[in-house]
T-cell receptor, first 115, second 111 residues
Framework: GAGVSQSPSNKVTEKGKDVELRCDPI?????LYWYRQSLGQGLEFLIY????????KSGLPSDRFSAERTGGSVSTLTIQRTQQEDSAVYLC?????????????FGPGTRLTVT | DQQVKQNSPSLSVQEGRISILNCDYT??????FLWYKKYPAEGPTFLIS?????DKNEDGRFTVFLNKSAKHLSLHIVPSQPGDSAVYFC??????????FGAGTTVTVRA
């Protein structure tokens, strides 16, 4: 089937505004990750969802960041009161559960620019 | 999190020659290592991996070498092709599901 999709592909927003980023994982993948890649940096883990288990939110940088996953499928990452340091590419990845859950399939990312 | 480092931000190689990408890590608890390849405007795609109990894994033109004592792994691409021009990320697994990524190396294959 189709790969991981993300929308929008690009988002420019003014400082202080809220933004929502969407991820549609591969059908049947129970695991879903959000990452952030700032310029010149590696992928920074944000949050992990696995089935109906409580998500691992340990990578969220502040309480302005939140994410949800509805029905075990689509996920939305919300950034409230955006700051210029939030500018980055936000990547979503999904994976089959089980022992190979770390072999992740990535979406194309959303490039967020906060002006 | 700087547990995985790719110290060369870029690499230029002639078509047909070998590309060698390097990655160093600091956490001895890493038990699985992966390489991802990324084209512009696309997400990273899985390329090859290696378990910490092995020292070499080969898949076609791609070979990954692991030196646990040196906490170093490398990716060899032989022969390099123009389609190999991309950003390559090294990643290491540090629990059941989390990966730590390096900053990437941009490879340019010259015709």
């Amino acid at each position: 089937g189709a790969g991981v999709s993300q929308s929008p592909s690009n988002k420019v927003t003014e400082k202080g505004k809220d933004v929502e980023l969407r991820c549609d994982p591969i059908s049947g993948h129970t695991a879903l990750y959000w990452y952030r890649q700032s310029l010149g940096q590696g992928l920074e883990f944000l949050i992990y969802f696995q089935g109906n288990s409580a998500p691992d939110k340990s990578g969220l940088p502040s309480d302005r960041f939140s994410a949800e996953r509805t029905g075990g499928s689509v996920s939305t990452l919300t950034i409230q009161r955006t700051q210029q340091e939030d500018s980055a590419v936000y990547l979503c990845a999904s994976a089959l559960g089980g022992p190979l859950v770390y072999e992740q399939y990535f979406g194309p990312g959303t490039r967020l620019t906060v002006t | 999190d700087q547990q995985v480092k790719q110290n060369s931000p870029s690499l230029s190689v002639q078509e047909g020659r070998i590309s060698i990408l390097n990655c160093d890590y600091t956490n001895s608890m890493f038990d699985y290592f992966l390489w991802y390849k990324k084209y512009p405007a696309e997400g990273p795609t899985f390329l090859i991996s290696i378990s910490s109990i092995k020292d070499k894994n080969e898949d076609g033109r791609f070979t990954v070498f692991l030196n646990k004592s040196a906490k170093h792994l490398s990716l060899h691409i032989v022969p390099s092709q123009p389609g190999d021009s991309a950003v390559y990320f090294c990643a290491a697994k540090y629990n059941d599901y989390k990966l730590s990524f390096g900053a990437g190396t941009t490879v340019t294959v010259r015709a």
